[in-house]
Nanobody, 124 residues
Framework: QVQLVESGGGLVQAGGSLRLSCAAAGRRFSNNAMGWFRQTPGKEREFVASISVNGERTLYREDVKGRFTISRDNAENTMYLQMGNVKPEDAAVYYC?????????????????WGQGTQVTVTT
């Protein structure tokens, strides 16, 4: 069974840092772009960041550029989201996903596998 499992969520103070991880099990995703999305209650899931298969190309939503960094370790079949200078509006459930193609994309319909999500709560 193919699984994507997020970890690393929790409480973080505004201005602080947090690193999310996404571990894949059941198959390797080294030939798939991967991404992070987030969702808050009552809102649609929104794109956060995406990374190509070799990690050389990335995409970010505008309001996290310069604060968040997406990366991947294909040998470990794991993807990361380093969150820095976290803001209250970053609080959400964060989901990792594996895309159909090799290039980063912000289109959620291009992602075929999703994790269950990890909660990020920002305190002030």
């Amino acid at each position: 069974q193919v699984q994507l499992v997020e970890s690393g969520g929790g409480l973080v103070q505004a201005g602080g840092s947090l690193r999310l991880s996404c571990a894949a099990a059941g198959r390797r995703f080294s030939n798939n772009a991967m991404g992070w999305f987030r969702q808050t209650p009552g809102k649609e899931r929104e794109f956060v960041a995406s990374i190509s298969v070799n990690g050389e190309r990335t995409l970010y939503r505008e309001d996290v550029k310069g604060r968040f960094t997406i990366s991947r370790d294909n040998a470990e079949n794991t993807m990361y989201l380093q969150m820095g200078n976290v803001k209250p509006e970053d609080a959400a459930v964060y989901y990792c996903a594996a895309a159909r193609g090799r290039l980063p994309t912000f289109h959620s319909n291009q992602y075929t596998h999703w994790g269950q999500g990890t909660q990020v709560t920002v305190t002030t």
